[in-house]
């Protein structure tokens, strides 16, 4: 189950981080990026930097290399941020309902943060540094997660009340690795 959703999830965050989730990353704007940027549109004439920069992406401006390759770069890291929350909310969540929540997260509230951090917003501007991911992927998908889990509650029947916590039976590791 966690490898497939892991496999959708990276799906469902390229189209939402394409269609909207890069331009509300990267064009310029305020709170978030409004500058439009829509399915990766608007002036942009990379791989030119710096003040030779031309476009709505500003604040990838600094690094010289094709549109395309800024976009993959970037939605790796969109994606890992909800497969983080995979893991927490496993076999507690409808296969449906995952994946609404994924794209709500990586087309809205991790560009929304992203933006605030490396997309020259607020955050940014006030002089916060984030190093390798560690606010904008991994706390971002850490607080989705905690409040994947908050609104679901315990697995059923893992902790019953007054006893040890039951353990969960192990899986065929050869079916594991074959899927794989």
């Known amino acids: 189950m966690i490898l497939s959703k892991n496999f959708v999830v990276f799906a469902i ?4 981080f394409y269609a909207v989730g890069f331009g509300l990353m990267f064009s310029n704007g305020g709170v978030m990026g409004t500058s439009g940027g829509w399915l990766l549109g ?17 604040a990838l401006g600094w690094a ?24 927490s909310v496993n076999e507690r969540m409808k296969y449906p309902s995952f994946l609404v929540f994924s794209l709500i997260l990586t087309a809205v509230i991790y560009p929304i943060a992203g933006h605030w951090i490396w997309g020259g917003g607020f955050l940014a501007q006030a002089g916060m540094k984030d190093f390798s991911g560690s606010t904008v992927v991994h706390s971002v998908g850490g607080w989705a997660a905690l409040a994947g889990i ?10 019953p009340p007054g006893r040890k916590p039951a353990g969960v039976p192990g899986h065929n590791m050869g079916y594991v690795f074959a899927g794989g």
């Open 150 to 159: 908050i609104v679901l509650g315990p697995r059923l029947g893992r902790y």
């Open 42 to 58: 608007g002036a942009d004439n990379s791989p030119a930097t710096g003040a030779a920069y031309r476009g709505v992406f500003g």
């Open 13 to 16: 965050a390229t189209l939402g």
């Open 64 to 87: 010289g290399i094709p549109l395309f390759a800024k976009f993959f770069f970037e939605l790796v890291f969109c994606g890992t941020s909800a497969t983080i929350v995979s893991g």
